[in-house]
């Protein structure tokens, strides 16, 4: 079993930035095996892909590509995901989840990840 925490959620005005954090424990885990992910869902939308790392490879939906960006921490098993230039639309709740068996694929599907936080909401507003 994998255990994912996130933290670092918050209101924002727009342009503005947060890290959000995902701790990740449990006797299973492993920086290599376990691709990470970031995740979110906006009220009445679907979840949607925003990040993932894979054995140091990192990928960004297009939607925030050069606004966030996503990084590991293998010391302390966190994964990061850092948000400047914030819009109206990055309003959502943020997942972090965590996957075993991804190929690269699936890096983009929710359904291929096996863990996942209690989310941490991100609310731009002004």
């Known amino acids: 079993q994998v255990q994912l925490v996130e933290s670092g959620g918050g209101l924002v005005e727009p342009g503005g930035s947060l890290r959000l954090s995902c701790a990740a424990s449990?006797?299973?885990?492993?920086?290599?095996?376990?691709?990470m992910g970031w995740f979110r869902q906006a009220p009445g939308k679907a979840r949607e892909f925003v990040g993932s790392?894979?054995?140091?490879?990192?990928y960004h939906a297009d939607s925030v590509k050069g606004r966030f960006t996503i990084s590991r921490d293998t010391a302390k098993n966190t994964v990061y995901l850092q948000m400047n230039s914030l819009k109206f639309e990055d309003t959502a709740v943020y997942y972090c989840?965590?996957?075993?068996?991804?190929?690269?694929?699936?890096?983009?599907?929710?359904?291929?990840?096996?863990?996942w936080g209690q989310g941490t909401q991100v609310t731009v507003s002004s």
């Open positions: 989840a965590a996957g075993s068996r991804l190929i690269l694929s699936t890096i983009r599907d929710s359904n291929a990840y096996d863990y």
């Open positions: 449990g006797s299973g885990f492993s920086n290599y095996a376990y691709t």
């Open positions: 790392v894979r054995r140091g490879t990192t």
